[in-house]
């Protein structure tokens, strides 16, 4: 069954669309029997008003928005940079929230539309379900993700490309000889995650090098795992043990090098170390980290442009809608979604196979 329009129930109540349009927006003009009987056509129906056409009614805003994890994330203010360097040519503003994994951002979904502020949403993936998101994008709300998570949803999204760049990263460390590259793998959950370590296993099998099961370790982001299954790998025979370490975010990364630290091992001489995100610090730590760099900048802008045309082609919608311009049901396009390409930054956390693979273990100093 075709989706009810304002004009439907404007038939069915024997009124005019624009009396319709004041009872859903609660106008005083309204007097109460017209009013009730509107309401008791909704019900009946089940009528679910759509977003362009109630936000048309109420005054169009020059807000978007912006739902992210928290602002202490380390791709945040990247992304914001770039959403406002397209937002600040079009004279929308951006309303800034905050929702934490700990914590069901329903209510706050809730309090957005309550408002009618925002004329749409652009959200960073995180933890949170996605459901709502996709509900409010069926009901007509702009709704685009900068998907730093690779979640498969039918939402429009802007992405990077994790499997080539994991590519990338796995092509320059065989390029300097090594062969024995361990992985310390991400939330596993994530696809983004499933897409790098993919890309890891692949590249192997095309040098012709069968992946060894002991040089994966979860790592899930935390600090602590990560350091312990390091050192598990560090404590390995010197045959066995990696010369290099993929590791599948740069903090995960940081983690792997203090590991090599404590096991005497110095990086690169000793254990090349490559991660993935080129956040700010990576370029400050010591050494410089190696890196695949995500384009976190022009994700916001691309997600910023999807979204602000999302909301011109709604406005046009409602004017047609409550013109009556629009004939027949609409049936909208799938969801745009831009996979944005990485790049690889060489620093100084990568080198070539070491010479000599003889532990300098602090207590072989001792010894000395």
């Not at 669309?17 to 005083?28: A, D, Y």
């Not at 759509?50 to 791709?75: D, E, Q, Y």
């Not at 190696?290 to 384009?295: E, K, N, R, S």
Request: charged share 20%; with cysteine; proline share 7%.
């Amino acid at each position: 069954m075709a989706k009810l329009t304002i004009r439907d129930i404007a038939a069915l109540s024997g009124l005019s669309k624009s009396t319709v349009s004041l009872v859903l927006n609660n106008s005083p003009k309204v007097d109460p029997a017209t009013r009730r009987h509107v309401l008791a056509v909704i019900r009946r129906h089940n009528y679910v008003p759509s977003f362009a056409a109630t936000a048309l009614a109420k005054g169009s805003t020059r807000l978007i928005g912006m739902i992210v994890p928290g602002l202490s994330w380390h791709m945040v203010a990247s992304i914001n940079i770039g959403v406002a360097a397209v937002t600040e040519r079009t004279g929308f503003d951006i309303i800034l929230y905050t929702a934490t994994n700990d914590r069901d951002y329903g209510p706050l979904i809730d309090r957005i539309l309550t408002s009618s502020m925002s004329s749409g949403l652009l959200v960073v993936t995180h933890e949170q379900p996605l459901e709502p998101l996709v509900q409010l994008h069926e009901d007509g709300m702009p709704v685009v993700l900068v998907n730093t998570l690779g979640t498969e949803v039918a939402l429009p999204s802007v992405t990077a490309d994790n499997y080539e760049g994991a590519s990338a990263a796995m092509d320059y460390l065989l390029q300097l000889g090594h062969e024995r590259i361990a992985c310390v793998q991400g939330r596993m959950q994530y696809q983004c995650c499933q897409d790098r370590y993919r890309a890891y296993l692949d590249a192997l099998r095309a040098a012709g090098i069968q992946p060894d099961p002991e040089l994966t370790k979860p790592g899930d982001f935390n600090p602590d795992q990560i350091r312990a299954r390091s050192r598990e790998l560090f404590a390995l025979p010197v045959g066995r043990r990696p010369t290099a370490v993929f590791a599948h975010s740069d903090v995960t990364a940081y983690s792997v090098m203090t590991a090599a630290s404590d096991a005497g091992l110095r990086v690169p001489e000793d254990v090349s170390v490559i991660g993935f995100d080129d956040i700010e610090s990576a370029a400050q730590i010591r050494p410089p980290l190696t890196t695949i760099q995500q384009p976190f900048v022009e994700m916001g802008k691309r997600a910023a442009d999807l979204l602000l045309t999302a909301i011109r082609a709604n406005d046009e919608r409602a004017n047609d809608e409550r013109s009556g311009d629009q004939d027949g049901e609409q049936v909208p396009a799938g969801p745009v979604r831009l996979s944005m390409p990485t790049s690889l930054i060489v620093r100084s956390s990568c080198g070539p196979v070491p010479v000599t693979r003889i532990r300098r273990g602090r207590s072989q100093t001792a010894k000395a």
